[in-house]
């Protein structure tokens, strides 16, 4: 079946400007994940989206960050006025509620982000 | 909240030898630690995971070790192929923070021929 998506797969975009990024997660998961990936470093949590709970969004950086997840499937993370240090990979992960999957988190492919 | 410490950074071994990669971290209410790999260009992929009422769990070529009391966490990868080559992330989820995870800093593998 279909994994996770993720669009655009690039975006170089100038410093200042806005961005968003989309992730479509795997149909019936009910958990969505966004992470931060800086070259060489691991994974760094952002926001946790989990059925209709208030989203956890002890990760994002800073008030530039937001998300959002329309109708509990798409999710769209944007950042207002970009800064070069927001270059980055954006991971998108999902999960689903129950069953013998309930631990694992399926990654996309990530959006590669950069900032001039 | 969790703090995830993963080593070595890099790790190069001959083709049919074990690599180890290990990890500690720091949340003792802990109770989830998965292993994934990632590819170039791709997004992480599950390989192997282990939670706390385990203290060793084997998959084929690949097995994880959990010791609570030190916390800390290993995984093992034997006979070694060019193909298992990639960057390996360590995780733990963190006992108060639903089902987020925090990643260690990656391992760099590769098996030469």
């Known amino acids: 079946g279909a994994g996770v998506s993720q669009s655009p797969s690039n975006k170089v975009t100038e410093k200042g400007k806005d961005v968003e990024l989309r992730c479509d997660p795997i149909?019936?998961?009910?958990?969505l994940y966004w992470y931060r990936q800086s070259l060489g470093q691991g994974l760094e949590f952002l926001i946790y989206?989990?059925?209709?709970?208030?989203?956890?969004k002890s990760g994002l950086p800073s008030d530039r960050f937001s998300a959002e997840r329309t109708g509990g499937s798409v999710s769209t993370l944007t950042i207002q006025r970009t800064q070069q240090e927001d270059s980055a990979v954006y991971l998108c992960?999902?999960?689903?509620?129950?069953?013998?999957?309930?631990?694992?988190?399926?990654f996309g492919p990530g959006t590669r982000l950069t900032v001039l | 909240g969790e703090n995830v410490e993963q080593h070595p950074s890099t790790l190069s071994v001959q083709e049919g030898d074990s690599a180890v990669i290990k990890c500690t971290y720091s949340?003792?209410?802990?109770?989830?630690f998965p292993w994934y790999k990632q590819e170039l260009g791709k997004g992480p992929q599950l390989i192997i995971d282990?939670?706390?009422n385990v203290g060793e769990k084997k998959d084929q070529r690949i097995a994880v070790t959990l010791n609570k009391t030190a916390k800390h966490f290993s995984l093992h990868i034997t006979e070694t192929q060019p193909e298992d080559s990639a960057v390996y992330f360590c995780?733990?989820?963190w006992g108060g923070g639903g089902n987020k995870l925090t990643f260690g800093t990656g391992t760099q593998l590769k098996v030469e021929l």
């Open positions: 992960a999902s999960s689903p509620e129950r069953g013998s999957s309930y631990n694992e988190q399926f």
């Open positions: 149909s019936g998961h009910t958990a």
């Open positions: 989206f989990q059925g209709n709970s208030a989203p956890d």
């Open positions: 949340d003792s209410a802990s109770n989830y």
């Open positions: 282990i939670r706390s």
């Open positions: 995780a733990a989820r």
